[in-house]
């Protein structure tokens, strides 16, 4: 027997499990619902009465197929921490309580159907129905969330999660170490002191020569350039006194 349980949880028949009830537990409400819009078809009650019957043992399956699966996942999930966590842990409040929800509306109905003094609470049950199917539906979504956006219970979820002893003890971030640079002392070369013959030498070639500076021609100064001053006045008078005397 231990082994058949063995190799039922190796399965992982859960999902099929829990969507079974969901469905089963869904369809019982709305019959019921539909029976109280239609009270001439009877049939539709005692399918309601049968379907919350058998949904309710499909619940506590899917109880019991949650903790084989929870029992797998609850290290992993704990080591990783965060919302995943958190969404695990409302699933599987939710997976512990519906059970005896569903089963205690079982016995309720059972009494409504079988028992005249009950069949005045129809209305009341069927508020609570309807809410405990608003909750397993909800559960139902937290165990798509684990799987679809975290990866829970999958291959890639646990060869990506964190083991204890691999988390470092470090909280803060590493930060690097600052290198300095020091640069190492070098004897700074200096210019070799000048002589006195070579000091001469590098003035005289540094200075320029006359014969190396260009020659300026000078212009040359001819007669047009520069013309005769004219006879002032007085020395025409005397040329003419000389010429008359003779």
């Known amino acids: 027997m231990q082994g058949l349980l063995e190799a039922i949880q190796k399965w992982h028949i859960h999902p099929a499990v ?13 019959a019921d619902l539909f029976a109280s819009v239609f009270s001439t078809r009877l049939w539709l009650r005692y399918a309601a009465l ?11 399956g899917s109880n019991l197929t949650g903790g084989w699966e929870a029992h797998r996942v609850w290290d992993a999930v704990k080591a990783a921490g965060g919302p995943a966590l958190a969404t695990l842990s409302r699933h599987a409040l939710l997976g512990d309580w519906l059970p005896w929800v ?3 509306l079982a016995v309720w109905r059972l009494g409504v159907q079988l028992f005249g003094f009950m069949a005045g609470t129809r209305g009341l049950y069927l508020i609570f129905a309807v809410l405990a199917a608003l909750a397993i539906s909800y559960q139902g979504y937290l165990g798509g969330e684990l799987v679809y956006d975290y990866g829970v219970g999958t291959a890639l979820y646990a060869a990506g999660a964190p083991s204890p002893a691999a988390q470092p003890e470090a909280t803060g971030p590493a930060t690097p170490i600052p290198t300095v640079y020091v640069p190492t002392a070098t004897e700074t070369p200096q210019a070799p002191t000048p002589t006195a013959g070579a000091s001469a030498s590098a003035t005289a070639s540094a200075m320029p020569t006359a014969a190396a500076a260009p020659a300026t021609p000078s212009a040359a100064l001819s007669p047009a350039a520069y013309p005769s001053p004219a006879p002032s006045a007085s ?3 005397t040329h003419r006194g000389a010429a008359a005397s003779l």
Request: proline letters at 0%.
């Open 102 to 104: 569903f089963l205690i």
């Open 18 to 30: 829990d969507h079974f009830t969901v469905a089963i537990l869904i369809i019982a409400v709305l």
């Open 50 to 60: 049968a379907l919350i019957i058998v949904g309710t043992a499909a619940a506590w």
């Open 235 to 237: 020395n025409a008078d």
